[in-house]
């Protein structure tokens, strides 16, 4: 079964810039909504942003706002998640997930309704960002 791949986690000193990608081959991110999640140690799993494939649509957690932004390209079946001004609050494991049900929300709905799990259909692996002087 296909699966997207996240890349380009690492460590970075708080302040700092870091941009992780999510490789989503063998699907049509134009019928997608393309969402990131991160998951801390000893808390539960949140959604930080989301993408629609088609038009572009999207939504932030009040957390990340400003200073995230998620883009993609079609073509590359690719997704961004460009996070600038890091935080150790920022230091969790990134996962990317792809859903039918968010793709077709109205634009006008409330972001939160984009980051309900159950409705995310494919999930990454995951990868590690770690925010620490």
């Known amino acids: 079964q296909a699966q997207p791949v996240e890349s380009g986690g690492g460590l970075v000193q708080p302040g700092e810039s870091l941009t992780i990608s999510c490789t989503a081959s063998?699907?049509?991110?134009?019928?997608?909504?393309i969402a990131w999640f991160r998951q801390a140690p000893g808390k539960e799993r949140e959604g930080v942003s989301c993408?629609?494939?088609?038009?572009?649509?999207?939504y932030y957690a009040d957390s990340v706002k400003g200073r995230f932004t998620t883009s993609r390209s079609n073509a590359e079946k690719t997704v961004y998640l460009q996070m600038n001004n890091l935080k150790p609050d920022d230091t969790a494991v990134y996962y990317c997930?792809?859903?039918?049900?968010?793709?077709?929300?109205?634009?006008?709905?409330?972001?939160?309704?984009?980051?309900?799990?159950?409705?995310?259909?494919?999930w990454g692996q995951g990868t590690q960002v770690t925010v620490s002087s």
């Open positions: 997930a792809l859903s039918v049900a968010v793709a077709a929300m109205p634009r006008t709905g409330p972001a939160t309704n984009a980051f309900i799990e159950p409705l995310y259909d494919y």
């Open positions: 063998g699907f049509n991110l134009d019928i997608y909504a």
């Open positions: 993408i629609k494939g088609s038009d572009g649509t999207t």
